[in-house]
């Protein structure tokens, strides 16, 4: 495909102002363990500071606050929509846009669902994106949001629709935590090490267990995140 010109850069800096491991699809409540839920009338609130809350899945819906196109203008933003692929900052960084579904085994998040005319329906959350850098004479730089996509599928989908094949550093969350994403940790840290970054970062919804499966497999390349860390790529 490669039908967008990303121009290269020569250093990527990430500061990570919030990172940290509360996940709301663990479900590892138990007689011992309870978790925060930091939920107000079913809608998701802030009286605990994290990347995702943490609720018993099987016995409870949440309800997202919903998000108006006229807030974001209203709040002096510029919106623009587009399933495609856009560059930005002068084209040194690219928005993945919908991230196509094509390994056999990122199937998405089973229990989200969305309203649309009075019926529930499965949400794909295509909305969740990520962007990439080319760092000059390095590779691609791929910053995930949640990988509701697959972490396999965004990262190869940064190769294809960017021509480079060399990848630099994966970072962000991958959402294989929990009863729903545990079984396929194993395959996608395989195809992640067929790939073969120079770094591999997980983060948040990435889940403890994919996290210590990541490093026992890719020790030399794994880098353990934390609130307060930055990471800087240079050429």
Not at 66 to 83: C, D, M
Not at 104 to 124: L, M, N, S, T, V
């Given at each position: 495909m490669a039908d967008q010109i990303l121009k290269t850069v020569e250093k990527v800096e990430i500061l990570t102002l919030q990172d940290n491991y509360i996940e709301m699809t663990a479900t590892d409540n138990s007689a011992v363990v309870t978790r925060a839920i930091p939920l107000k009338d079913g809608f998701f609130r802030q009286p605990v500071l994290a990347e995702?809350?943490?609720?018993?899945?099987?016995?409870?819906?949440?309800?997202?606050?919903?998000?108006?196109?006229?807030?974001?203008?209203?709040?002096?933003?510029?919106?623009?929509?587009?399933?495609?692929?856009?560059?930005?900052l002068d084209d040194t960084v690219l928005f993945l846009g919908e991230i196509p579904h094509e390994t056999?085994?990122?199937?998405?998040?089973?229990?989200?669902?969305?309203?649309?005319?009075?019926?529930?329906?499965?949400?794909?959350?295509e909305d969740d994106t990520s962007i990439v850098m080319h760092l000059k004479g390095k590779g691609l730089v791929v910053i995930s949001g949640c990988a509701h996509a697959g972490i396999v599928n965004t990262v190869n989908y940064a190769r294809e629709v960017t021509g480079i094949d060399k990848v630099h550093a994966v970072m962000g969350g991958f959402h294989l935590s929990g009863i729903f994403f545990e079984g396929i940790i194993a395959r996608t840290v395989e195809e992640i090490k067929k790939i073969n970054p120079d770094y591999i970062i997980p983060c948040?919804?990435?889940g403890r267990k994919a996290i210590m499966e990541f490093e026992k497999a890719m020790p030399d390349k794994f880098i353990l995140n934390m609130s307060g860390t930055k990471m800087t790529f240079i050429t």
């Open positions: 995702h809350g943490k609720v018993p899945v099987r016995d409870m819906k949440i309800f997202f606050s919903p998000l108006e196109r006229e807030q974001i203008t209203a709040a002096g933003l510029k919106l623009i929509e587009s399933p495609s692929p856009v560059t930005l056999d085994f990122e199937k998405g998040f089973p229990i989200a669902h969305y309203q649309e005319d009075g019926q529930e329906k499965w949400d794909p959350i948040h919804c990435t």
